[in-house]
Structure formats: C-alpha cells, structure tokens
Nanobody
Framework: VRLQASGGGLVQAGGSLRLSCAAS????????MGWFRQAPGKEREFVAG????????YYAGSVKGRFTIARDNANNTVYLQMNSLKPEDTAVYYC?????????????WGQGTLVTVSS
C-alpha cells in the first residue's frame, strides 16, 4: 500500500488543522491505520490509530481529547483532525498502515507532512 499525507502547515496555538492520508491499493479497508509524529531532535512517536472498520480508535495521552482520527474506506482515506493545537504539537506527521496490535509499529509508512504551531 502506498500512502500520501497532506494538510500540514503553519497555525497559531489554539488553532486547528486537518491532515489527510490517501492510500492506494485494494486492501486499505483491511488495515488498521495510524498517525505518528516526529519533532525536531526527538524520536518518532505514536499519535493515533483506528481499526479497519473505524469502530475502535486510540490515542496517545498527549493528544487525547484534542485530536480525532477517522477513516473513509470508500475513498481509501484516513484523517487526523487536530484541534486546540499547542506549540509542542509541532512535528512532521506521518501516516502509517497495518499497525501491530502490541506495539503499534506499522508495516507501511507514508511520507511526512510538516505541522508548525506558533505561540
């Protein structure tokens, strides 16, 4: 599966952004999907995940209540709605597919999209 993320940009603290990830391949609807991020000088970290059906979602503690992951299997797209953004949310955000159930490590990575939150 190939993943193409978009929607990053510059936003002020307290603002919102929505990231999109378009996937190719007929097996998209069978994969758990997720978003990760990597801030400058830090390791890549899990942000949010969603089951193949969309019925189950899970989040890192740092974004719970502010970010929402969703998917549209008919259009092979997964989204990350980010509200109440903070400067510490600044990072390159990566879309990922086929997350391991134990450690969330994915089988497939997309390219990143940069999110910059100014204070």
């Amino acid at each position: 599966v190939r993943l193409q993320a978009s929607g990053g940009g510059l936003v002020q603290a307290g603002g919102s952004l929505r990231l999109s990830c378009a996937a190719s391949g007929r097996t998209f609807s069978s994969y758990t999907m997720g978003w990760f991020r990597q801030a400058p000088g830090k390791e890549r970290e899990f942000v949010a995940g969603i089951s193949w059906s969309g019925a189950a979602t899970y989040y890192a503690g740092s974004v719970k209540g502010r970010f929402t992951i969703a998917r549209d299997n008919a259009n092979n797209t997964v989204y990350l709605q980010m509200n109440s953004l903070k400067p510490e949310d600044t990072a390159v955000y990566y879309c990922a597919a086929d997350l391991n159930a134990s450690n969330y490590y994915p089988s497939y990575w997309g390219q990143g999209t940069l999110v910059t939150v100014s204070s």
